[in-house]
């Protein structure tokens, strides 16, 4: 194979467009393999791993935008470099254009935009908590898409933010909605009376989506990073968040996320409602916690929505309803010997909350995110596993999976090998910054490993009809394809474990 590389010094490409850029280069005949990434170390240890000279990447540094296509011919390597830079560069403007559309620093795009109150910060997690410190200075509330920050920057910058009536959403918040505006991974919903908190991206835009989907609106979505609530974090963004929407009227029930908050801090968080309805979904939180008298808990995000719609006074919905196969004409194509499950997720809260329904019914699931540490990775042969795609050993080189459908291509095909599997979970996430067609990737790979007696796929359709990506017909390509698709996530891990065991009442259970 012949590698081709280029360099760009100082230039800075989103995963957006590095998606396109590795589209564009697949695309060309005779192309093996292809890479549009930041230059940052763990991207830099790849590409010397994919067979590039170490010389030609010595100088490399974060800030640097690298292609790289391995090909059959140097003519076709060439071709390929040149249809990835082509993608990424012909739509930006050029010399003095680009000049004047480019603001130079963040002091310069609140003095052309004064009126903003809000900053969007990626970039590289070492770099992220000095740009988040100039966004607060500048009197902008900080949405921090960025994560590896390190403990101690967070805790100092929402300390600082805090001082300043300002929040700091993330760090690694994938999902805010403000005045009806989606910034990160957001769905597009209608707007409501019912106010958001999550300290969780893709359970925001599950409980959002529900919502939208069984009839109410959503006020307002605030992220706050997933450490937030833990001990050392105690809840220094929840709090002012719940604050806000307590006394926003266009707010009349708040709905916080979570996976398991430490005990102390969300009883604090939870008491910080006032006379303001809210309920929880504590993803994992021990039984024996009591919470604040009227606050109403729940262990699974449809759960929560479910109780959100009770304490309104509207109708609970039909959530045991699929589409496609029923569990047991699915069980009924499978050998007696497949009896496992395994989810893999490009959404990390959901991932988490399968495990958390999964657990009691098969046992060990392991997982590189799991509930019990003593449940991690490697996992051993003939286990059941949940695997969240979008931690960063499977993003290293590559956009996030909700970005890049084709990342759950390999193991998607290398679980449905495996003779022991039953059932396989796919979650599918829409909106805007996702895949713009996910289920096109997907449908033809579930189909192939379903063929002859291979495991069934369960998906779910996180979205909501106005998403640009269709739900509906997102759907029904992933039907026509032979998967079960369910009306909620934690539905599909109920199908997955029915399948799987052959007690197909499981499938009706309510999680």
């Not at 925001?204 to 990073?225: K, N």
């Not at 929407?245 to 006032?274: E, H, N, Q, W, Y």
């Not at 713009?436 to 997907?442: G, I, N, S, T, Y």
Request: proline share 7%; aromatic share 4%; glycine share 10%.
């Amino acid at each position: 194979m012949n590698v081709a590389i280029k360099v760009f010094p100082d230039t800075y490409v989103d995963s957006v467009a590095q998606l396109g850029a590795i589209r564009a280069m697949r695309e060309v005949d005779g192309v093996d393999w292809a890479s549009a990434a930041m230059g940052t170390p763990a991207n830099v240890e790849i590409l010397r791993k994919r067979g590039v000279d170490p010389g030609e990447v010595a100088d490399t540094g974060a800030n640097d935008f690298v292609v790289v296509v391995t090909a059959i011919s140097e003519d076709r390597a060439n071709e390929a470099l040149s249809a990835g830079e082509s993608a990424v560069f012909s739509a930006r403007p050029q010399g003095d254009e680009r000049d004047r559309a480019q603001p130079r620093s963040l002091r310069q795009a609140v003095e052309r935009q004064p009126e903003s109150n809000v900053a969007v910060i990626s970039v590289p997690g070492e770099y992220a908590a000095l740009a988040a410190y100039e966004a607060l200075t500048e009197g902008l509330h900080v949405l921090l898409f960025s994560d590896n920050v390190p403990l101690e920057k967070e805790i100092a910058l929402k300390d600082y933010a805090r001082d300043r009536g300002l929040l700091v959403m993330g760090p690694g918040a994938g999902t805010a909605m403000i005045a009806g505006v989606g910034l990160g991974f957001a769905n597009v919903v209608k707007p409501g009376r019912v106010g958001v908190v999550a300290a969780a991206g893709t359970g925001a835009q599950e409980v959002m989506s529900l919502l939208d989907r069984w009839g109410v609106g959503v006020s307002q979505v605030l992220g706050l990073g997933g450490r937030d609530l833990a001990d050392d974090v105690g809840g220094r963004m929840a709090l002012p968040a719940i604050s806000a929407l307590r006394d926003d009227p266009g707010t009349d029930l708040i709905l916080l996320v979570s996976k398991p908050p430490a005990a102390a801090i969300a009883a604090k968080v939870l008491a910080a409602a006032g006379d303001t309805p809210l309920v929880a979904a504590l993803i994992g939180l021990d039984p024996a916690f009591v919470a604040p008298d009227g606050v109403v808990l729940a262990n699974t995000l449809e759960g929560a929505v479910v109780a959100t719609l009770r304490v309104l006074g509207r109708p609970a919905p039909d959530t045991v309803s699929t589409i496609g196969p029923t569990a047991a004409q699915a069980r009924h194509r499978l050998s007696e010997r497949r009896t496992l499950v395994r989810g893999l997720f490009s959404g990390g809260t959901l991932c988490y909350e399968s495990q958390v329904i999964l657990g009691p019914i098969l046992g060990e699931v392991r997982s590189n995110a799991p509930i019990k540490k003593s449940w991690g990775v490697p996992a051993p042969p003939g286990s059941h596993q949940c695997l969240d795609l979008g931690e960063e050993e499977y993003t290293r080189g590559r956009p996030h999976p909700m970005i890049d459908a084709e990342a759950r291509l390999d193991l998607l095909h290398e679980h449905g090998a495996d003779p022991q599997v039953a059932a396989i979970i796919v979650d599918v996430v829409l909106g805007h910054g996702a895949n713009p067609d996910p289920a096109a990737v997907l449908a033809p790979a579930c189909e192939a490993v379903m063929a002859d007696g291979g495991p069934q796929v369960v998906a779910y359709v996180l979205g909501t009809e106005q998403d640009p990506q269709g739900f509906a017909a997102q759907r029904d390509r992933l039907v026509q394809a032979g998967c079960i698709v369910t009306e909620t996530a934690a539905r599909a891990s109920l199908v997955a474990a029915a399948v799987a065991t052959g007690e197909v009442a499981l499938a009706d259970r309510r999680p």
